[in-house]
């Protein structure tokens, strides 16, 4: 039997039937999924990838969000991101949200961590997916150095202070404030003013992270957390796995906020740290 477009009894073209395809694959965690390779397909990685992960989850749910909505900004989301930019566009933003979701949930960062740190909130969560989302949205393809050397707008605007992140959750939110009916958008409709809040501040905090002033202090502060132990061993490939445990242990002997600050810097900066397992 052929599968139904939801709501009604046709049968779903070859188009939506590849799309439903594409949707259920991301249900399932991969590292290494290309979102690309979606793209190439026809398809907004944006709204496969939310999709995908809104399927495993009870956050639409939880949060009173209807399927449509979500998907509805899900594909404005993507459609927000400029095609022209080579590097923060649809893609990188899904891919974002793919890592995020993988280091949280597969690897176990968002469960409780020993005895010190709870698991984090359902508002934690889904703050961070939506973060990873939307962390780049409208990007103009332009540094931060550059917005500010040429006295750009976002920086008047801003007052100097993480211009492009302010930037991009200014302009996912006031989507949702503008919504039309026809066109709705607005995923925070339905919240309670607690659930809004601490989403929100989740949000901000995250993609506020992704400033990339801010990275190195955020690395040294993390270092406290480790002691490394490491110079009497003369293996290198013994080494190796000794500060991969490091690392781990580190990410696990965290506060909430940090742990998901860890996370979406790893989605974001470069996925090549591969030998970072959290255990």
């Not at 607690?194 to 901000?204: F, G, Q």
Request: aromatic share 8%.
């Amino acid at each position: 039997t052929s599968p139904t477009s939801p709501g009604t009894k046709r049968p779903l073209s070859s188009k939506e039937s590849l799309l439903h395809e594409e949707i259920s694959n991301c249900r399932e965690h991969n590292w290494n999924r290309d979102t690309l390779e979606i793209q190439r397909k026809g398809f907004n990685p944006c709204l496969v990838l939310g999709m995908g992960i809104a399927s495993t989850h009870s956050f639409l749910k939880r949060f009173d969000v209807k399927r449509k909505t979500w998907g509805n900004f899900c594909t404005a989301i993507g459609n927000g991101y400029k095609e022209s930019n080579p590097y923060h566009n649809a893609c990188h933003g899904a891919d974002v949200m793919n890592s995020v979701h993988y280091i949280l949930d597969y690897a176990g960062l968002r469960r409780s961590r020993g005895i010190t740190f709870t698991g984090l909130s359902s508002a934690e969560f889904f703050g961070a997916l939506l973060g990873a989302l939307i962390h780049d949205f409208k990007h103009p393809g332009v540094n931060t150095t550059h917005i500010k050397r040429t006295r750009h707008p976002l920086n008047l605007l801003y007052l100097d202070d993480s211009p492009l992140e302010r930037m991009h959750i200014a302009e996912a939110y006031m989507m949702c404030a503008n919504s039309e009916n026809d066109k709705n958008v607005n995923i925070f409709a339905n919240m309670t003013t607690t659930d809004y809040v601490n989403v929100r501040k989740t949000v901000i905090t995250l993609v506020l992270a992704t400033d990339l002033a801010h990275h190195f202090g955020f690395v040294e502060n993390l270092k406290l957390t480790t002691t490394d132990h490491s110079t009497g061993i003369r293996n290198d490939s013994e080494k190796r796995k000794y500060v991969d445990m490091q690392l781990s242990l580190g990410a696990r002997n965290v506060d909430n906020m940090t742990a998901m600050k860890i996370a979406i810097k790893l989605s974001d900066i470069g996925k090549r740290v591969t030998y970072l397992i959290f255990v």
